[in-house]
Nanobody, 121 residues
Framework: VQLQACGGGLVQTGGSLRLSCAAS????????MGWFRQAPGKEREFVAD?????????YYADSVKGRFTISRDNAKNTVYLQMNNLKPEDTAVYYC??????????????WGQGTQVTVSS
């Protein structure tokens, strides 16, 4: 089962995008899920986490707090990332994956297909 992210694209600074991530089966609906990103020449980094249950608790990287919103629809086995007020430093390939520790990039394999987000200045 692979996760597939989509919804990326090219936007200007200050623009918005909404990413989606889904997988066949119940992989998303049965797990705490996170969004992560990797810019060229850099390591993959944490963006946002959301819990499976318990009111869908969320946690964000300081760099995106107040601009990005993570959400999920367990019935659709999908997790979302609404990105507003985008900045050039948000340019990266974005991935979703199950997580075990809040705010950390998980040791997950395979990561599946990411989606490219490019923000022009």
């Amino acid at each position: 089962v692979q996760l597939q992210a989509c919804g990326g694209g090219l936007v200007q600074t200050g623009g918005s995008l909404r990413l989606s991530c889904a997988a066949s089966g119940s992989l998303v609906s049965l797990n705490d899920m996170g969004w992560f990103r990797q810019a060229p020449g850099k390591e993959r980094e944490f963006v946002a986490d959301i819990s499976r249950g318990g009111g869908h608790s969320t946690y964000y990287a300081d760099s995106v707090k107040g601009r990005f919103t993570i959400s999920r629809d367990n019935a659709k086995n999908t997790v979302y990332l609404q990105m507003n007020n985008l900045k050039p430093e948000d340019t990266a390939v974005y991935y979703c994956a199950p997580f075990t520790d809040w705010g950390r990039v998980p040791q997950y394999d395979p990561w599946g297909q990411g989606t490219q987000v490019t923000v022009s200045s």
